[in-house]
């Protein structure tokens, strides 16, 4: 479809792997962000990418967490040694533009037995 | 204090009625308004836009006060295919991301 895509949509692993989160925005939009929603908790904002400026990584929440995006186009987000409170599902989101409306896909449900 | 605050509900109420929800901010420098809709265990999509005079949408329409820093958003004529949680969601143009409140649950039965 033409939608942001993320993959996998489920992820299992045990606490100390490091994991890996790709998404793949809608052709053509310049932005790119991460948010996570943990079980009961609203969305929280991770971080952006727009075009080949720095990105925002403002709301990472610790330095086990880190992003990029490759060519402009497809991002991965990367958890080492994870934890189990970072269990939850982590959604991508893309736009036009910075300014622009923002389309979410249908996330990763992350799970750290 | 959260940034966004909303009623987490439910809401239920009977198909056909007008529900009402609210929102409140905290930092002025939010200046963009927005109100997603989010089915269970989906993504949340884009329901619409807030602006500054109020804008209508169909059945529904968004309400901006920004003296007060508060949102609103009104559904008429419910249908069982609107429950779902409805989330707040604003936006600092310093900054490009969303901030989320918790959501309303609403539940429209028959």
């Known amino acids: 479809g033409a939608g942001v895509s993320q993959s996998p949509s489920n992820k299992v692993t045990e606490k100390g792997k490091d994991v890996e989160l790709r998404c793949d925005p809608i052709?053509?939009?310049?932005?790119l962000y991460w948010y996570r929603q943990s079980l009961g908790q609203g969305l929280e904002f991770l971080i952006y990418f727009q075009g080949n400026s720095a990105p925002d990584k403002s709301g990472l929440p610790s330095d086990r967490f880190s992003a990029e995006r490759t060519g402009g186009s497809v991002s991965t987000l990367t958890i080492q040694r994870t934890q189990q409170e970072d269990s939850a599902v982590y959604l991508c989101a893309s736009s036009q533009e910075l300014n622009q409306p923002q389309h979410f896909g249908d996330g990763t449900r992350l799970s750290i037995l | 204090r959260k940034e966004v605050e909303q009623d987490p509900g439910p809401f239920n109420v009977p198909e056909g009625a007008t529900v009402a929800f609210n929102c409140t901010y905290s930092?002025?420098?939010?200046?963009?308004f927005f109100w997603y809709r989010q089915d269970c265990r989906k993504e949340p999509k884009l329901l619409m836009s807030?602006?500054?005079s109020g804008n209508e949408d169909g059945r529904f329409t968004a309400q901006l006060n920004r003296a007060s820093q508060y949102i609103s958003l009104l559904i008429r004529d419910s249908k069982l295919s609107d429950s779902a949680t409805y989330l707040c969601v604003v936006r600092r143009d310093s900054s490009y991301k969303l901030i989320f409140g918790s959501g309303t649950r609403l539940l429209v039965r028959p």
């Open positions: 052709s053509g939009h310049t932005a």
């Open positions: 807030v602006y500054s």
């Open positions: 930092n002025s420098a939010s200046q963009s």
